[in-house]
C-alpha cells in the first residue's frame, strides 16, 4: 500500500487557475486557444443549437485562460450529450442521466477542478429527473448546462419532460397531453444555489451565464435553449429578436437573492426572461466534506494506511 499521499489543494470561488496543479509548474503559462481544446469536429445536425454552446465553452475556455488539467467536462447521453467527444481535455461520456452523481465524485474528490456537466432535457429531468433534485440540495460545487430543446434529438422526436402541451411526437402523435416541467422553478425549489436562463441564439449571454455560473462557488445550473432543427424547427423563435421573437433580461430591479422573486420570474410566459434569476452563497458539500476528512485525519495523524485499515477492523470486531 502507498504512504505517500499527494495533497489535493482546495478551490473556493474565484480564479480556477489560482491554485497550483499538484503536478505541474506553477509559473505563468499561455491560455489554450481553440486550436487546442476543439477535439472531434461535432456530429451535430447543420444549424443545430448546440455548435453554438460549444463555441462558447471553447471561448470561456480561452478567455478565463483555463489550462486542461484544471477542468473536466462531463455529460449523459443524447445529442447534447456528445459534448466531451469535440473537447480536447479530460472529460467523460456517461450513462443516460448519470451525468451528475459521476460529476459529483469527481467534484468532491478534486475541489481544486472545476467541473462543467453538458446535457439534454431528456438526460436532466427525464431519466436523469431526481439526481438532479439530489445534486442542486447538496449544493455540490459543479455548473450544469442543460442543453434544452424541448425534445428527445438523439432518438428522433419523443416528447420529453419540457416539450409543450399539444407537441406531436412519436410518443405523442395526437399532441402532449402531459403538462411539461419548469426547468427554473424545479431548480429554485431543489436547492440550486445559481439559476440562470440563457438562449443559444445569443451567444455574449450565453458566455456571459457560462462565466457567472463557473465563478458560483457551489452548484449552477443553466437552462441553454438550444435548438433542434431536426425535430423541433422554430420552437424558440418567440424568443429570438431576428426570427420577430424578444430576448427580454431579468430586469435590473430583480433581487437574485429573493427565493419568491425568482420563482415568480420563472413563472411568466414563454418567452420569459433571461439571466441570473437566484444566487446564495450557502456552504457547499465539498467544504463540508472537507471539514470532515480533516477532523478525521487529524486523529489518524502518524499512522501508516495498513495501521489506519487494521484499526477500523478493529473496531467492527
Ligand atoms: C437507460 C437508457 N434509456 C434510454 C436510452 C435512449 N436514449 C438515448 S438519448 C435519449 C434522450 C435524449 O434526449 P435529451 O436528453 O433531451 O438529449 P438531446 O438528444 O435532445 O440533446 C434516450 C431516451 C438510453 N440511451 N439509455
Ligand atoms: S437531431 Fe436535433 S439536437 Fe440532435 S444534432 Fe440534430 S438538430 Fe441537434
Ligand atoms: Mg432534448
Redesign the pocket.
Given at each position: 500500500m502507498n504512504d505517500t499521499k499527494t495533497e489535493i489543494p482546495n478551490r473556493t470561488a474565484g480564479n480556477i487557475n489560482s491554485v497550483p496543479s499538484p503536478a505541474l509548474p506553477t509559473e505563468e503559462r499561455k491560455g489554450l486557444t481553440k486550436k487546442e481544446i476543439a477535439a472531434d469536429h461535432p456530429t451535430w445536425c447543420p444549424g443545430c443549437g448546440d455548435f453554438s454552446v460549444l463555441a462558447l465553452y471553447f471561448k470561456l475556455i480561452e478567455k478565463r485562460k483555463i489550462w486542461h488539467e484544471k477542468i473536466t467536462t462531463v455529460a449523459g447521453?443524447?445529442?447534447?450529450?456528445r459534448f466531451p467527444y469535440f473537447v480536447q481535455a479530460h472529460g467523460v461520456h456517461y450513462i443516460?442521466g448519470r451525468a451528475l452523481p459521476f460529476a459529483s465524485g469527481i467534484s468532491l474528490s478534486r475541489p481544486d477542478l472545476h467541473v462543467f456537466v453538458f446535457?439534454?432535457?431528456?438526460?436532466a429531468f427525464s431519466?436523469g429527473g431526481n439526481h438532479f433534485n439530489h445534486t442542486a440540495r447538496k449544493n455540490v460545487k459543479m455548473t450544469y448546462v442543460v442543453?434544452d430543446?424541448w425534445?428527445?434529438?438523439?432518438?428522433k422526436k419523443q416528447t420529453?419532460p419540457t416539450s409543450p402541451l399539444g407537441f406531436k411526437s412519436k410518443t405523442d402523435t395526437w399532441g402532449a397531453v402531459d403538462y411539461p416541467i419548469n426547468p427554473m422553478k424545479q431548480a429554485i425549489a431543489a436547492g440550486a444555489t445559481f439559476v440562470a436562463r440563457t438562449t443559444h441564439s445569443n451567444p455574449n449571454h450565453v458566455l456571459q451565464m457560462m462565466e457567472a455560473a463557473m465563478d458560483h462557488d457551489g452548484f449552477s445550473f443553466v437552462e441553454c435553449l438550444s435548438e433542434?432543427v431536426e425535430f423541433y424547427e422554430g420552437a424558440f423563435d418567440a424568443s429570438n429578436p431576428r426570427k420577430g421573437g424578444v430576448f427580454n433580461l431579468v430586469p435590473p430591479t430583480h433581487d437574485v437573492t429573493n427565493e419568491m422573486a425568482a420563482y415568480k420570474l420563472a413563472d411568466e410566459p414563454f418567452p420569459g426572461y433571461f439571466g441570473i434569476f437566484y444566487k446564495n452563497n450557502k456552504p457547499t458539500k465539498n467544504t463540508k466534506e472537507i471539514a470532515i476528512n480533516t477532523s478525521a485525519m487529524e486523529k489518524v495523524k502518524g499512522l501508516k494506511d495498513h495501521e489506519i485499515l487494521q484499526k477500523t477492523f478493529d473496531r467492527l470486531k
Open positions: 447521453i443524447g445529442c447534447s450529450s443516460h446535457g439534454g432535457d431528456g438526460d431519466i442543453m430543446n425534445v428527445y434529438g438523439l432518438t420529453s433542434c
